[in-house]
């Protein structure tokens, strides 16, 4: 397996770190405990002296905040509590200045119950223009009190809302984030409107949210799915003709934004938010679509030598058979956050382990985070672009015991509170070792922060050899030396190893629970472990990556 590409600046995203940003938790200039613009532009430095080459800001528009941003009201304003538009040009103003490109986050399977077209859509009679807008349909039964099929939300609960006048409207996700209708042309032109407003602000791209959902079949009468649109977030639905996931008209939306994102010098990006099937990824990032499409499959996978093989190649032979690369990724605000899924035993499940605030089973956190810091450099070395989530650079476990009366996150009602959801994957960042917020801001945070944060904190970690920020400072730096060349061998390797070259760099990873040597002559590069013993040794300690200067063989 070979492939090599010579990159220009236009094509920076295909070898590109990008440093994932969940405003709300980042970083708090004006001490109310909620992330800002401001506090994010104060921070930016970070995030560069990290060796990132890009920011992805997640939703920071005008809203009501039933789904932490992601039901927007306004797409083309900062919500107040973010901020204003001219901090956002600041924002990018500083991050420009540091090297940095910024993608913004855009939300069109659906948009926030406060939208004026959704308001004005409830104040229209059924079959109005305005309701066409979005997906109202006649209930089913004599009077139709049942919903028009039994399409399931994925934050719980049925997918379907009843208005008063009898209609009922569809929503994926929460009640407050009734989904758009993608086969009326003024959705089409409204979108085209909305990146054309932020990409002439000079963004470098946008993250497409639930970017494999926004065409149905609406056809009557609505197929129902008995069950199979019921997977986490993020998984891909059983089989490809679904109503609702994955339909084939989704890639006409991508081909008209491929258009319009060509249109600027350098051309934009775009990355999609697909939950789909391995085989149906590549799909999204066909030469006149996206650019990227996030790997969950890489995300999900077991810490198994087989299994990362396997989906290695999957994501390259998907990839290039298109002329893209893959992205990779080991956390985001959705998911419990991998120091902590990688502490668990196999197979655990992470919702019953949430609902017993991290207490059953028990995890080891010692192993959690060698397997993180391997998973690390194996990410780092491969071919493509690595998404980092905020805080992974510092180590920071999932906070599995977040009291319930301070959870936020939707989905812990609507299950009728039995998932807690996301929250503790966004608990604000720690900075500083003291202070009310350990830096997070002047004010305490929305989600509370454990007692020992302030030693996950940049202060606590950095100069101090063997921290988790640090690995991820010398990773960044060492990988930029060795990107241009795409090329990808697998090398021999012994069985709970995984070896290969990329380019010029060499990675081994030892997944097994045993040492395993190390090839004769090595000259490391870079130890995911605390210390150089396994060199002196000459073997790779378990659950420890190791990177070289790649050789002949």
Not at 8 to 15: C, F, K, M, P, T
Not at 443 to 460: F, M, N, R, T
Request: net charge negative; hydrophobic share 35%; glycine share 10%.
């Amino acid at each position: 397996m070979t492939h090599n590409t010579s990159r220009g600046s236009a094509d920076w995203w295909r070898e590109s770190v990008v440093y994932q940003i969940y405003v709300p938790s980042f970083a708090d200039a004006d001490g109310d405990g909620m992330g800002d613009l401001r506090g994010i532009t104060d921070r930016l430095g970070h995030v560069a002296e990290l060796g990132a080459d890009a920011v992805w800001l997640t939703p920071f528009y005008r809203s009501p905040w039933a789904d932490g941003g992601y039901d927007v009201s306004d797409y083309r304003d900062v919500d107040p509590r973010h901020g204003t538009l001219d901090d956002f040009r600041e924002l990018l103003d500083r991050a420009h200045a540091l090297g940095l490109k910024v993608i913004v986050d855009i939300v069109p399977n659906h948009c926030s119950s406060a939208h004026p077209w959704f308001v004005e859509a409830l104040a229209s009679p059924p079959g109005s223009p305005a309701r066409d807008r979005f997906v109202f349909r006649d209930g089913r039964g004599p009077d139709g009190g049942e919903p028009p099929s039994d399409w399931q939300s994925k934050f719980g609960g049925p997918a379907w809302t009843r208005v008063p006048d009898g209609q009922w409207y569809m929503h994926i996700f929460a009640a407050e984030q009734p989904d758009l209708n993608w086969e009326n042309p003024e959705v089409l032109a409204e979108f085209e409107s909305i990146l054309r407003f932020w990409l002439e602000l000079g963004v470098d791209g946008f993250r497409v949210d639930v970017a494999h959902g926004m065409r149905k079949d609406l056809a009557p009468p609505l197929r129902d799915t008995h069950g199979s649109d019921s997977a986490p977030l993020n998984a891909p639905p059983e089989g490809h003709d679904h109503p609702f996931w994955d339909r084939d008209e989704v890639h006409e939306i991508h081909r008209a934004w491929r258009t319009v994102l060509n249109e600027y010098d350098p051309p934009r990006i775009a990355v999609a938010e697909a939950g789909v099937s391995a085989a149906r990824l590549p799909l999204y990032t066909r030469p006149d679509e996206l650019h990227q499409a996030f790997n969950f499959p890489y995300l999900r996978c077991p810490w198994d030598a087989g299994a990362f093989r396997r989906i290695i190649d999957a994501s390259l032979d998907g990839a290039r058979s298109v002329g893209a690369l893959p992205t990779w990724v080991l956390s985001n605000h959705d998911v419990v956050r991998h120091p902590s899924r990688y502490a668990l035993p196999e197979g655990a499940d992470t919702v019953a382990w949430l609902m017993a605030d991290g207490r059953e089973p028990v995890a080891d956190g010692e192993l959690g985070r060698r397997r993180a810091r391997a998973a690390a450099l194996l990410t780092l070395a491969l071919p493509g672009t690595t998404y980092l989530y905020q805080g992974e650079e510092l180590g920071l476990p999932e906070v599995a015991d977040l009291p319930r009366e301070a959870l936020r996150d939707p989905m812990w009602e609507r299950t009728g509170r039995t998932r807690k959801g996301r929250d503790g994957c966004r608990v604000p960042l720690p900075w500083e070792r003291s202070g009310p917020s350990y830096g997070f801001g002047p004010g305490g945070s929305w989600l509370p922060q454990p007692e020992d944060w302030g030693e996950y904190s940049v202060e606590a970690q950095t100069g101090r050899p063997g921290s988790f920020l640090e690995l991820y400072r010398a990773a960044l730096k060492v990988r930029r030396s060795f990107t241009g060349d795409e090329s990808f061998t697998w090398l021999p390797s012994r069985d709970g190893e995984l070896a290969f070259r990329k380019g010029a760099l060499e990675c081994r990873v030892n997944l097994s629970d045993v040492p395993l040597p190390l090839p004769p002559s090595a000259e490391p590069l870079l130890f995911s472990g605390e210390c150089d013993a396994g060199a002196a040794g000459g073997t790779l300690p378990p659950d420890t990556a190791v990177w070289l200067e790649g050789r002949p063989h």
